[in-house]
Each structure stands twice: as structure tokens, then as C-alpha cells.
């Protein structure tokens, strides 16, 4: 069967959530990664993050990766917050750039012209660039964002609303841009709660490979530092 393609736009290295992504991604043999962009960056840190992990793991799997953007539409510039655990997530810190430029637009427009569909599992800053770009490009057959709240969580997970909807929160003018003007499949944060690592998994996990025991290393230490993952 004809493998299904995907752009992954990513803010990997924030929690262990993206990575868990990536590792799904990169070892699912239905899948072809066209192409991976980054937001909320740092001089390029985390497509950094992105081509260390396909050059250590990615067993022949040969990706662009191009940073993106390293700003909000909502005036948000300083996200040196999400970068305060990179030591003990990844185990050392990665240069940043000095001089810096995003191009994730033109990354998800040669992956789109390959027919892939994009999956945006971070702030959607560089969708909101794309679109205003190329409008008309990005439509619900080709753009599956995760985020948002339409419905409450079922009983007994936790009540997380849109305050803790991290990736429409953290940018919230791109979100906007993004709801009102692109006809997309969303999938909500009543649904991705139901998708979680356990103690269980990491320790089935520490019997892996290399990339398999990074994921439950970043898994731990998120519990460790975020309250409310626990």
C-alpha cells in the first residue's frame, strides 16, 4: 500500500508529548515524514532536537527538518520557560543560532505538493503564517490540528478546559486566525487525554533501544517538573 505522508509542525522538546509523536511517526512503515517544522524556537534549537533524534535513531530515515517560527502572533518572544529541563530531557544543552530565520512556510508548501497532510501538534503560528500566504491551501482533508475544547472531558478524566490548552493558549491571535478562516479536523484535548504513557509503559520501555529509553526518561522527568501531568 502507498504510504500516507505527513508534515509534522512541532514544538518537540517542550514536554515528552512531541516525542512520543516523532517515535510513532518515524517507526510506523505506513507513514512517510515529508517534512518537520518547529515553533515557539530558540536560534533553531528545537529542529536542532529534531535532526538529532533522526540522525541518532532514525534507522535511514532522511527528513527535512526546518526551524520555524521563534515568535507569536500574539506578541509572546520569550519562551526560555520551556527550555529550563533541556539537560535532563535530552542530556545536554544544544547551541542556538545567532542569526536566526524561520522557513517553515515554504517547508509545509513542498510538503503539501507531495500530498501530504499536516499535522500540527504545536501552537499554530507557522499554520497562521502558511494560510496567509497561500490561502485557500490548507482545508479538513489536509489539516489535523491537535487542541481545543468543543467538548468537556467524559467523567472520571481530568476537567481540562481551554485554559490548559497549551497549543491554541500559547498563541492565541494565530489560533483565532486559524479557526476563522481554515475548515479543519480538530483533535480535542477530550480526546488526546485518552492517549497517555504509564509507569508501566516506561519500564517495558527501558528494555528498548536507545530511543525507546529517552522516551521514558523524558516521560519521568515531565511528571517530575508538571504537577498537573501527575
Sequence with gaps: ???VRIHLDTDL???????CALAWLMRNPK???????????????????????????????????VGGADYTWSGEKDFSFTYAHEERMFGHRYPRKAAY????????????????????IGPLTNIA???????????????????GCLHP??????????????NLHMDKDAAQWVMNRISLTMVEVAVTLK?????????????GDGFCRLLARQAREWRTVSGFIE
Design 1 to 3: 500500500m502507498e504510504k
Design 195 to 207: 492517549t497517555y504513557l504509564t509507569e508501566r509503559d516506561c519500564r517495558q520501555l527501558d528494555k
Design 129 to 147: 503564517e502558511f494560510d496567509r500566504e497561500y490561502p485557500g491551501r490548507l482545508n479538513r482533508n489536509n489539516l489535523f490540528i491537535m487542541g
Design 31 to 65: 507513514v512517510e515524514i515529508t517534512g518537520i517544522t518547529t515553533c515557539l524556537e530558540q536560534g533553531g534549537v528545537r529542529a536542532a532536537y529534531a535532526e538529532d533524534i533522526l540522525r541518532q535513531y532514525g534507522q535511514g530515515v532522511r527528513v527535512p527538518v
Design 13 to 19: 522538546g517542550a514536554d515528552v508529548d512531541d516525542l
Design 101 to 120: 530565520q524561520s522557513r517553515a512556510v515554504s517547508s509545509i508548501r513542498e510538503s503539501l505538493e507531495q500530498g501530504a497532510v499536516v499535522a500540527a
Design 153 to 166: 472531558p467524559e467523567e472520571g478524566w481530568p476537567q481540562w478546559g481551554p485554559s490548559s490548552d497549551w
